[in-house]
């Protein structure tokens, strides 16, 4: 098991305010600022903050290094329980396999203020939306998200790829995210 040092404890509370301070960014853009205040206050219980600081390397995600060498995360199962702008909140059915429902549209805004912010803060200085859709297109392949979801991440992530900051927030303070939602899910509907 990974050691608990001052050094991971600060890093991983910096990571985790950078992060937040960008959904937070993103979400205040996209009409949803309760939503940004409140997004991942989750990361602070000890379950979650705890774990994390032990695999925290400031580059990648704890969950993730938890999971390599553990085969699961506590804090990842106790994360996504209580966050619905997590794609996995909204799997039901678990005897029948797990199946995937159509996130709520505030949760999808939330999840691509998520994904972005994530990335800021991951990526830093090196983060681009054209490295955001290529980082989609690789994880959308084994995700168990409802095919409606996908899409509309598709359709976001391909328009962002090719747009400045400037254009991606304007289009999020238009509504943009929303309108992809509104528009997919009534197909599936």
Not at 28 to 42: E, M
Not at 90 to 108: A, H, R, T, V, Y
Not at 123 to 148: G, I, P, V
Request: glycine share 6%; hydrophobic share 30%; proline share 3%.
């Amino acid at each position: 098991m990974e050691k608990i040092t001052l050094k991971k404890v600060i890093g991983h509370f910096k990571t985790i305010h950078t992060h937040r301070k960008w959904v937070r960014k993103y979400c205040f853009l996209a009409g949803i600022p309760w939503r940004g205040i409140t997004h991942d206050l989750s990361k602070y219980s000890p379950t979650e903050f705890w774990e994390s600081v032990r695999y925290w390397t400031g580059n990648g995600s704890p969950i993730d290094a938890c999971k390599k060498e553990n085969g699961f995360s506590r804090g990842w199962l106790h994360h996504k329980g209580r966050n619905p702008h997590h794609y996995e909140y909204w799997m039901d059915n678990f005897d029948k396999g797990g199946i995937p429902l159509i996130m709520q549209e505030k949760d999808f805004t939330e999840q691509v203020c998520d994904f972005l912010g994530a990335a800021r803060a991951y990526t830093k200085d090196k983060f681009s939306y054209q490295a955001e859709l290529e980082w989609w297109d690789k994880k959308r392949e084994n995700c168990a998200m409802h095919s409606a979801n996908k899409q509309m991440l598709n359709t976001i992530f391909n328009n962002f790829s090719t747009k400045t900051d400037e254009e991606v927030e304007d289009l999020i303070k238009h509504k943009y995210i929303q309108q992809v939602w509104r528009e997919i899910s009534e197909y599936y509907s």
